[in-house]
């Protein structure tokens, strides 16, 4: 009878080995990390596959990128836990993709997951659930197991203690241990120091990666070599960002944002400079202060360049992530300016001016920004 019972115990052992369906593949390494599965403690290797419920740890030096069935990239950092909680996808059938991180850092590339079926893709980080509208998004899990979520593109839901919070492209999410929620604005510095400080530096472990560990994705195969012994991935999550923005996306993500905010009283605030004089003389200095004045919620701006020439809010007119504007009084003359929002949420803007009165007139450029925090 045990006998039977040892067979029986080996059979469905080997069961659920040989019907573990792999849904990743490590794609890019660098120093030590593990596995656990089903107990066993197994060492990273390029181009192995990940199965679901698999548990990877980093050590204090590490970086690991994984590329899931969907195209989803994560990258985890040095002394980080990340766990597969669940995840299916096939292109005919309903996907889903939960994921746990821990502890430590990880960055993340939404996959077609991400845009076929957002609502089923999720991070639980500690005290929040992280949920996406399509997206990029760094989370940092610390040892008092407060949390930190940064939205680099598009947007997410983070759900604390059954409360949601939005938080938009350009800004991070902060949730102390007892579950005190911050939104702020981050810089391209703050980025910049997130990474360096999370995401370890070293040289790329070489292994054996099959050609069916590589991602199809173009943007990604441009970033490998054409041979696939000894093959070396390298972290693409920048790139792929990079591609995302210069392709316009952002921009649009951007019009949306601001068509979005509503407040009255953004100030920005800067210097402008005059490229052209036209006629007799000049009435403007060749550079001095610009000032620009926007109601999101009606959609109109007043630009005040020296502080005398201004262009009228009433001829405004927006369009996506610009604007253009008129001005035709007895006083200030005639002219006409134009303006484009940028940075991360808009705060950011630059244009052209054109300023006529009588014979004489100057056309030139602006660049104004706000400290203000939109909304």
Same mark, same amino acid.
């Given at each position: ?164 919070? @939005? ?8 949730? $102390?241990? *007892? &579950? !005190? %929620? ?6 391209? +510095? ?103 004045? @926007? ?8 630009? $005040?360049? *020296? &502080? !005398? %020439? ?6 405004? +007119? ?58």
């Amino acid at each position: 009878m045990k006998y039977l019972i040892k067979i029986a115990l080996i059979v469905l052992l080997l069961s659920v080995t040989l019907f573990a369906k792999d849904v990743a593949r490590v794609t890019g390494l660098s120093g030590d990390a593990f596995i656990q599965r089903d107990g066993t403690k197994i060492e990273v290797t390029l181009g192995m596959a990940l199965e679901e419920k698999d548990t990877i740890t980093t050590d204090s030096r590490a970086k690991v990128q994984i590329i899931f069935e969907d195209e989803t990239i994560i990258s985890l950092g040095k002394n980080s836990k990340f766990s597969i909680k669940e995840y299916f996808f096939e292109e005919t059938k309903e996907p889903v993709a939960k994921f746990a991180m821990l502890k430590g850092a990880m960055r993340t590339i939404t996959g077609k997951i991400g845009k076929v079926a957002p609502e089923k893709f999720s991070v639980e980080a500690k005290t929040a659930t992280i949920g996406i509208r399509g997206t990029n998004f760094s989370v940092l899990v610390g040892d008092d197991e407060s949390v930190q979520v940064f939205c680099t593109f598009g947007a997410i839901s983070v759900n604390v203690n059954g409360a949601e919070s @939005v938080v938009n492209q350009g800004f991070y999410i902060i949730i $102390s241990p *007892d &579950g !005190g %929620v911050e939104i702020k604005e981050f810089t391209p +510095q703050d980025l910049k120091e997130m990474k360096e400080q999370n995401f370890a530096k070293g040289e790329s472990k070489k292994g054996d990666a099959l050609q069916d560990a590589i991602a199809t994705n173009e943007t990604q195969l441009d970033n490998t070599r054409e041979e696939f012994d000894n093959i070396v991935i390298k972290d693409i999550t920048d790139s792929v960002v990079d591609a995302e923005q210069t392709a316009g996306t952002i921009a649009t993500n951007l019009s949306d944002l601001i068509a979005g905010y509503s407040m009255s009283d953004a100030l920005y605030t800067g210097t402008y400079s005059v490229t052209q004089t036209v006629g007799l003389g000049t009435n403007l200095q060749t550079s001095g202060v610009a000032e620009l004045m @926007v109601d999101f919620g009606a959609d109109t701006v007043n630009l $005040s360049i *020296d &502080g !005398g %020439v201004v262009f009228f809010d009433e001829a405004t +007119q927006f369009n996506g992530s610009s604007f253009s504007v008129n001005e035709n009084s007895i006083d200030s003359g005639v002219g006409s300016a134009s303006g484009t929002f940028k940075g991360a949420t808009g705060n950011i803007v630059e244009g052209n001016f054109f300023h006529l009165n009588g014979s004489n007139g100057e056309k030139g450029i602006y660049n104004v920004t706000t400290e203000q925090e939109l909304h």
